[in-house]
């Protein structure tokens, strides 16, 4: 079973800044990994898949980026909307596996 | 639009079963491949099972093998989960989606205890 690892856990931060999560597997995934944004009481919510490409109605400051075990998901500037839970989820082997989580949240 | 509604949750002993549907509107179901995923409280996404359009590869996690079966009805636009032999660790938020995670249904509850 691939285990993925992201870090950091938490992560605190301003409306307006940058944000970088890590997700790190342990071992090749190819560019088969996906990012997800879950909030309290919803379902998660696709942001990007095969690395880099992002889903349908997602706006332009989430991207994604990494390929093998080391990937980035980078919001260019934090909405009030984008504080949350970020997963990433491997789709290379199965089991499919996600990600410890990332929680964004206003500093 | 697309509309998942999963429903079958609910409170059960350990050791019982459960079945969770999965309502599909607003794309062509029989063309999708599916799959379950669950959230215990608090904790991380844990994807459960996987279904092909027509039935003919199924996929579990090892958490569950043996004792969940997938199955799908297409005519009905339908997906389901029958869960046998349940464990305090099978409580959960369970989800169904579509293949590529593109659509989720809002979840359902199950919870296993005495």
């Known amino acids: 079973e691939i285990v993925l690892t992201q870090s950091p856990a938490t992560l605190s931060l301003s409306p307006g800044e940058r944000a970088t999560l890590s997700c790190r597997a342990s071992?090749?995934?190819?560019?088969?990994l996906a990012w997800y944004q879950q909030k309290p009481g919803q379902a998660p919510r696709l942001l990007i898949s095969?690395?880099?490409i992002r889903a349908t109605g997602i706006p332009a400051r989430f991207s994604g980026s990494g390929s093998g075990t080391d990937f980035t998901l980078t919001i260019s500037s934090l909405e009030p909307e984008d504080f949350a839970v970020y997963y990433c989820?491997?789709?290379?082997?199965?089991?499919?596996?996600f990600g410890g989580g990332t929680k964004v949240e206003i500093k | 639009e697309v509309q998942l509604v999963e429903s079958g949750g609910g409170l059960v002993q350990p050791g019982g079963s459960l079945r969770l549907s999965c309502a599909a509107s607003?794309?062509?179901?029989?063309?999708?491949?599916m799959n379950w995923v669950r959230q215990a409280p608090g904790k991380r996404l844990e994807w459960v099972s996987y279904?092909?359009?027509?039935?003919?590869?199924?996929y579990y996690a090892d958490s569950v093998k043996g004792r969940f079966t997938i199955s799908r009805d297409n005519a009905a636009n339908s997906l389901y989960l029958q869960m046998n032999s349940l464990r305090a660790e099978d409580t959960a938020v369970y989800y169904c989606?579509?293949?590529?995670?593109?659509?989720w249904g809002q979840g359902t509850l199950v919870t296993v205890s005495s």
């Open positions: 989606a579509t293949d590529g995670f593109h659509h």
């Open positions: 607003g794309f062509t179901f029989g063309t999708y491949n």
């Open positions: 279904i092909t359009s027509g039935s003919s590869n199924i």
């Open positions: 071992q090749s995934v190819s560019s088969y």
């Open positions: 095969d690395a880099s």
């Open positions: 989820q491997q789709r290379s082997n199965w089991p499919l596996t």
